[in-house]
């Protein structure tokens, strides 16, 4: 990892603004910016990994956002996103099992013949 101290916007000057431990990497294994807690990166510094292509105003953005001072927000709004992830999955379930029910109605409701025997077929 390649450690980036100057760059067009400023971005790493600014993430100190945020957090004097913050320190801005380049991942060239993995091809993504990456912030760590210290000026050395290892498995137990990072802070997050930029979720953008570039380095620009989101990227500082998304650091104050994501500061633990806000951990009540970050964690409402992962709770409401799972949320809506849950119900939307229920409501999946409960029109396909609608659909299957009344399409076990309709073959309860009717004889039906089998191709391959000729014979009726009650279900």
């Not at 801005?24 to 910016?33: A, G, P, T």
């Not at 760590?36 to 500082?60: A, C, G, K, M």
Request: with cysteine; net charge negative; charged share 25%.
């Amino acid at each position: 990892m390649q450690q980036i101290t100057s760059d067009l916007y400023n971005i790493s000057t600014r993430l100190k603004e945020i957090d004097s431990c913050y320190a801005l990497f380049w991942n060239e294994q993995k091809q993504r910016y990456e912030i760590h807690n210290q000026p050395t990166p290892n498995f137990q510094s990072l802070e997050f990994v930029v979720p953008y292509d570039e380095l620009d105003f989101r990227t500082i953005r998304h650091a104050c956002r994501t500061r633990i001072e806000h951990h009540t927000e970050i964690e409402a709004y992962v709770d409401n996103h799972n949320n809506q992830i849950i119900e939307s999955a229920y409501n999946q379930m409960r029109e396909q099992i609608s659909r299957l029910g009344e399409m076990l109605e309709y073959a309860s409701s009717k004889g039906h013949e089998v191709a391959f025997t000729k014979s009726q077929k009650w279900i």
